[in-house]
């Protein structure tokens, strides 16, 4: 099977993640094809700068994620430590971070019909929704 893109994003929360209502957000988009969720991690930062990482499902004492393990399709290990380093050091104190790593499952089924008649994707690219929001903002003013 075709795979769709694979997206790879870091959210920071000031505190902690508000589980439930994240939840609810992303299984509408599970449930509805847009997305798979492939692996989540959380990172927290503590007031002294230390970094505290954790899965879901591993021993968590926090009820809010709870109800995010219930959306993860697969969770493959693959936010590795140097990526939790690497942006834990860029982290604020007292915050914690959601890293994401999802497929765009709608793109499947695009991918399968281009490859069938011959076509590829020679480029893509991201543009933040803030940046649109704003290019959006200028032309219409």
């Known amino acids: 099977m075709a795979h769709g893109a694979v997206e790879f994003v870091v959210v920071e929360f000031p505190g902690e993640v ?3 209502a994240l939840a609810d957000e992303l299984k ?3 449930e509805g094809g847009i997305v798979e969720i492939i692996d ?3 990172v927290r930062k503590a007031s002294d700068g230390t970094l505290e990482s ?3 499902g591993t021993g968590l004492v926090n009820d809010e994620y709870i109800s995010l393990d219930r959306i993860i399709q697969s969770v493959d290990g ?3 430590q140097e990526d939790v380093e690497l942006i834990g050091a860029e982290l604020h104190p007292g915050h914690t971070a959601a890293f994401l790593i999802f497929e765009h499952a709608w793109l499947r089924s695009i991918r399968e019909r281009l490859a069938d ?3 590829q994707v020679v480029f893509t690219e991201r543009i933040p929704g803030p940046v649109v929001d704003e290019v959006m903002a200028a032309e219409t003013a």
Request: net charge neutral.
């Open 117 to 119: 008649s011959g076509a």
């Open 18 to 20: 508000p589980g439930p």
């Open 40 to 42: 989540v991690l959380f």
């Open 54 to 56: 954790f899965e879901l």
């Open 78 to 80: 693959l936010i590795g």
């Open 28 to 30: 509408k988009l599970v």
